[in-house]
């Protein structure tokens, strides 16, 4: 009897063990001393926030149970996880598990399958789960790879034929049924450029019945952004489904300071059941190839080369960030190479585009870009009156490295645009930054601090919060945000990584 005693208590003590084990590992945490911006828009609230697994549990007046964490966040404003509407993090965060061009920024959520180039969900959900990142990730399906899985990738100068498309439809099809979030078009890049609108039109129905949506890299920001408009604005008229402006901007100077007309005709589409949107970053200058400096794709003409440097861009304050035949260019501007080259600005534009194309034709196995430029083309005028915009969502079409966009879209918002401009107020940004972007994404899960939504936060400083990355230092961690959470693990603290990669790979 005695030692059947024993081994009853050994059994017990082990299953007491074991039970506190699994206490422990879902315990709850709770945040406390915090002023919650909810990502509703609403005004910001003092109170308390519970976390359990990946979960927010309660919020309100909240006092710590027994064995719980306690989080004091000294006064600071908690809200949602920034949710990137436009986003080309992926690589780098496949790359370094760190996360920091992300997380330094406060984003929880990248979305990625931009300007036509996507991403199989298959591929998608199998790298998700053989090697984790950081941020969650959902995905667009793009034109132009559809365009270049049909048509071949040297084959995509022209417009596609009806069986081409009828292709590319069926393929589309099939990815909007494994939880793409609809079909994004980059119809500025030449994958895409000499697509036909019925082309477009045909695969964005496609997306409709499938009760998705669709985002454009519209055809010009630019000399033909009038058109470029309209095709958008016809596509969401006709399909009846929402669509999304990518990056919105005034890339043409004699453009400038008629951001309110563009507003107006947006107004106008929507007043006429258009759901028309749009997502901006808060830099006047875009990252992109050389080659989309020349609206006719005549790379070799000196007027367009012309019309480029005096209309498209500001040679003077324009960097090269990428160029693998000639690495010393990187960091300098076109200007200042010029010079070097003893040439005027329009000739080394014409020259490094040539310079790159050859490059590319004799190293066809090279990974990554061949070249790329951040263009100073846009005014601060223009861009404020596009953040204000009630319709227009945060992003940063940022990577990492570059523009400074990829470690300090956010940030940047809330420091220049909200603190110190008083463009738009915290709440409203919050929910540009979440909610909103949520709500236009189709997410239901995420982007707000409510009971039931996934525990997706961010602790931040609104008296310090900023950007610190510029182009000559791309990757300089961002000031006053203190604490990430990805589904309820904390992946970013005192400026550094935890370590933790518990995004996921959201689906429709």
């Known amino acids: 009897m005695k030692i059947k005693y024993v081994g009853i208590a050994f059994i017990a003590s082990f299953v007491l063990h074991l039970h ?19 990502g509703t828009g609403a005004a910001q609230v003092k109170a308390a926030v519970r976390i359990k697994g990946d979960q927010i549990i309660q919020v309100g007046n909240l006092h710590p149970t027994k064995g719980e964490q306690i989080i004091d966040g000294k006064g600071m404003v908690l809200a949602p996880g920034f949710i990137d509407a436009h986003s080309h993090h992926l690589s780098d965060l496949q790359r370094n598990p760190s996360g920091l061009s992300t997380s330094n920024q406060g984003i929880t959520t990248i979305v990625i399958g931009q300007d036509g180039e996507g991403y199989p969900m298959d591929s998608l959900a199998k790298d998700m789960h053989q090697k984790p990142i950081v941020a969650n990730v959902a995905s667009y399906t793009g034109h132009s790879s559809l365009r270049e899985e049909v048509m071949g990738d040297k084959n995509l100068f022209r417009h596609a034929t009806q069986e081409e498309v ?3 439809k ?16 980059g119809l500025e890049y030449e994958q895409a450029f000499y697509s036909s609108r019925d082309e477009v039109l045909q695969l964005a129905k496609v997306a409709a019945a499938a009760h998705t949506r669709y985002i454009s890299h519209i055809r010009s920001e630019d000399v033909t952004m009038a058109d470029a408009l309209d095709e958008i604005i016809q596509i969401g008229k006709i399909t009846k489904m929402p669509v999304q402006i990518s990056h919105i901007k005034l890339a043409k100077k004699s453009d400038w300071n008629t951001a309110s007309s563009i507003l107006n005709q947006l107004e106008k589409a929507r007043a006429e059941g258009v759901q028309i949107t749009a997502d901006i970053y808060p830099y006047t200058f875009w990252n992109s190839t050389l ?35 000639h690495p010393s260019y990187v960091g300098k501007t076109l200007s200042a190479i010029a010079i070097e080259r003893k ?45 204000a915009w009630p319709y227009a969502v ?14 300090g879209s956010f940030t940047r918002v809330l420091g220049k645009y909200v603190r110190d401009e008083k463009i738009i107020n915290l709440p409203t940004a919050i929910h540009k930054m979440t909610g909103q972007t949520a709500e236009y994404l189709g997410i239901k899960d995420r982007g707000l601090i409510a009971v039931g939504k996934k525990a997706d936060m961010v602790l931040f400083n609104p008296f310090t919060v900023i950007d610190n990355a510029s182009i000559t230092n791309s990757k300089a961690l961002s000031t006053g945000i203190e604490m990430v959470w990805v589904n ?6 005192d400026h550094k990584a935890t370590g933790k990669r518990p995004g996921v790979l959201i689906k429709r």
Do not use: W
């Not at 422990?24 to 911006?37: F, G, R």
């Not at 945060?394 to 470690?407: E, K, L, M, V």
């Open 488 to 493: 309820g693990e904390l992946i970013y603290q």
């Open 166 to 168: 009828d292709k590319m």
């Open 20 to 38: 506190s084990v699994a206490q422990q590992a879902t315990s709850s945490t709770l945040i406390t001393n915090v002023q919650v911006i909810d």
């Open 343 to 387: 040439e005027s600005n329009a000739q080394t534009l014409i020259n490094l585009v040539a310079i790159a194309a050859d490059f590319k034709e004799k190293n066809p196995d090279y990974k990554g870009s061949v070249e790329a430029i951040a263009a100073k083309s846009m005014n601060e005028t223009d861009v404020a009156k596009f953040i």
């Open 170 to 185: 069926t393929i589309l099809a099939s990815e909007l049924n494994k939880g793409s979030l609809g079909m994004s078009t």
């Open 394 to 407: 945060i992003c940063s079409d940022g990577n990492a490295g570059g523009h400074p966009r990829g470690y």
């Open 291 to 325: 080659r989309v400096l020349f609206p006719a794709r005549d790379y070799t003409n000196m007027s367009s080369a012309q019309l480029a440097v005096t209309q498209l861009f500001d040679p003077t304050e324009s960097y090269i960030v990428q160029f693998a035949p």
